[in-house]
């Protein structure tokens, strides 16, 4: 009997808590448990610590010709071999994923700058604001996205890093604007935004603080879905020779350069293929892990 | 009353597509005509040479003129003529070039969905054996790889790890000869286009079988002594299939896109191929006719794919 009043307060106490951390907590609980998607994330991890390091060392030039023997295969010096210039490939490799994770996040971000506010207003307002938005998505979605990304670079002039972000990101908003409409959408007819309007809260405050937190989840898990998406766009528009121009190097190009010589050293192919499978599989595993541990009642 | 409904519909969808289709073109003629520089700079010609040039093609006339003729030339079917190899016409160009894209992408929409069906019923009735598991994670992978990566590696073991193997004897030849391949020269890059789609394909048909084959009718035709290949093909698959067709639409979509990277990858004349060289080579002309015609294939595929379900599934009405 002496322990009830401890008992009463934790029961008093703890719920308190456990709500404010309620999403996140429970969402980290499952993630925990998907071994898959954490494997994806610690490589996803040591990746962005490549690209970090990249920026500052790597063990020869991106850009310097000459450093290896061309076509040179792997060697101790060298664990990676050498491009038809007798560049370092490992060394390009490094730079080529500072480059795949700047365009796939610097993208989602242009992406959720764009997509969320658009989204939020034209559900929550409906009327022509959501009409307008609606044909615009709409034409969008009636052309091929990868040409339009294709003739964006072309009409802004070939291309600095900026441009790619921007080009693949007109690209891929409308997925966002489209989810986050959805979701305002539903949302605005829920009780507790009712009971905001009651209490008289502005627009603003009902998007920013009641609309935006609960559609959360979901926007987490289409924008990193979203990188990978970017990761690809780049490479393609690089493997056409139309993305990031050399000699700064990029997946996309490697393996365009590689695909010319398959013949006589396929490591120079290789290479950026296998990191760009296994970059775009970790993120498609990471992503789908979010949304099973964020969303739990969205089925794939 | 029924039919009345169906042609509003399709008429609303041509509107749109139309719409599209002049958005599309507008932007990008107007912005690529105001790009600086033209395809004529690099010839170093005189000045007196240059204006000559620009004049015939009528390159030296407001922009809306322009542009007023190249919607007219577009609603006789006309592109114009090219600026790189000069006075070739598009029209008949880029129309043999589209026959052979679709001769690549046929065949690849006819592995996506053959391979990815049969991938994805096999796993279903196997459901949680070797074989599920191989044939599921042989879907993840497919769809995690860019097609040209597949293609890369189809090329690796076709043209260079089979010609080591056999000696020289058996090997796929990188390059294409005559205007359309021959079906061996076909089938690879056909492969690598069609892959990844396979793999959604595969999945999306086992998630379907999955819950088709636990529903009561199918108990029914098995407690009527049906064979079960009878209750799979016949009753299940057919149920089966509605989700599937809900993809063509993006999957036919896919297939044109993809085909640009695996044109240019295996050498193949299609539209894909010229698309990109006439970007590389500035021969405006011709990126906005190809271009134009993609926006015009995708919005009659979709409008095409969208018609059929009503035939398949009879629930669905316009």
Request: hydrophobic share 50%.
């Amino acid at each position: 009997m002496g322990t009830q009043p401890v008992a009463v307060t934790s029961l008093l106490a703890e719920p308190m808590v456990r709500r404010r951390a309620g999403l996140w907590t429970d969402a980290w609980r499952r993630l925990r448990r998907n071994r898959l998607a954490l494997a994806a994330a610690a490589y996803l991890l040591a990746l962005v610590g490549v690209a970090v390091l990249a920026a500052f060392w790597t063990p020869y030039s991106t850009t310097h010709q000459g450093v290896v023997l061309p076509y040179q295969g792997p060697t101790a010096a060298h664990p990676l071999g050498g491009d038809a210039l007798g560049r370092d490939v490992l060394s390009r490799l490094m730079g080529g994923a500072q480059i795949s994770l700047l365009v796939g996040v610097g993208t989602q971000v242009v992406v959720l700058v764009l997509g969320v506010p658009l989204g939020l207003l034209a559900g929550y307002f409906r009327g022509w604001l959501d009409a307008a938005l609606s044909l615009v998505i709409n034409i969008f979605y009636g052309v091929p996205d990868l040409l339009v990304a294709l003739i964006l670079i072309v009409l802004l002039g070939h291309s600095g890093l900026g441009q790619i972000i921007f080009a693949i990101a007109v690209t891929r908003w409308m997925d966002m604007a489209r989810l986050v409409r959805g979701q305002a959408m539903s949302l605005r007819e829920r009780e507790f935004v009712e009971a905001a309007r009651c209490c008289g809260s502005g627009t603003f405050k009902i998007l920013s603080r009641h609309l935006l937190p609960n559609a959360l989840g979901p926007i987490i898990v289409q924008a990193t879905l979203g990188i990978p998406q970017a990761i690809l766009f780049e490479a393609f528009l690089s493997f056409l020779g139309l993305g990031v121009q050399p000699p700064t190097p990029s997946w996309g190009s490697m393996a365009a350069d590689g695909v010319q010589a398959i013949r006589i050293s396929p490591h120079i192919v290789l290479a950026p293929t296998i990191a760009l499978s296994v970059t775009l599989m970790a993120f498609n595993f990471v992503g789908d892990g979010l949304r099973d541990a964020l969303d739990p009642r969205q089925r794939r | 009353m029924r039919w009345r409904g169906t042609l509003l519909y399709i008429g609303q969808r041509l509107l749109l597509i139309a719409f599209t289709v002049l958005a599309v073109s507008s932007i990008v003629f107007i912005g690529i005509h105001r790009l600086p520089g033209s395809v004529f700079v690099s010839e170093r010609l005189r000045a007196s040479q240059m204006q000559a040039l620009l004049h015939q093609y009528g390159l030296d006339r407001p922009l809306w003129e322009q542009y007023r003729d190249f919607l007219l030339g577009l609603l006789h079917g006309d592109l114009g003529i090219s600026y790189v190899n000069q006075g070739v016409r598009i029209s008949p160009l880029v129309g043999r070039e589209a026959l052979v894209s679709a001769e690549v992408g046929g065949l690849a929409l006819l592995f996506t969905i053959g391979l990815g069906m049969l991938l994805g019923v096999l796993a279903a009735i196997r459901q949680n054996t070797w074989l599920d598991y191989l044939f599921t994670s042989t879907a993840v992978v497919g769809y995690s790889m860019p097609n040209f990566v597949i293609a890369t590696f189809l090329l690796l073991i076709f043209a260079v790890f089979l010609q080591h193997l056999t000696g020289g004897l058996l090997y796929y030849q990188i390059g294409w000869t005559g205007t359309f391949g021959s079906l061996g020269e076909i089938a690879i890059p056909a492969f690598a286009l069609g892959f990844p789609y396979a793999s959604v394909v595969a999945r999306l048909t086992r998630a379907s079988m999955l819950e088709v084959i636990r529903q009561d009718y199918i108990r029914t035709a098995r407690a009527k002594g049906l064979p079960e290949q009878l209750v799979i093909v016949r009753h299940a698959l057919r149920n089966a299939l509605i989700p599937v067709i809900t993809i063509l639409g993006p999957l036919v979509v896919g297939i044109l896109t993809g085909s640009v990277v695996i044109e240019n990858i295996f050498g193949i004349p299609g539209l894909g191929k010229e698309f990109v060289q006439s970007i590389l080579n500035r021969d405006y002309n011709i990126v906005v006719g190809v271009f134009t015609m993609y926006a015009a294939l995708v919005g009659i595929a979709n409008l095409i794919v969208d018609l059929l379900y009503p035939l398949i599934d009879p629930r669905i009405r316009y």
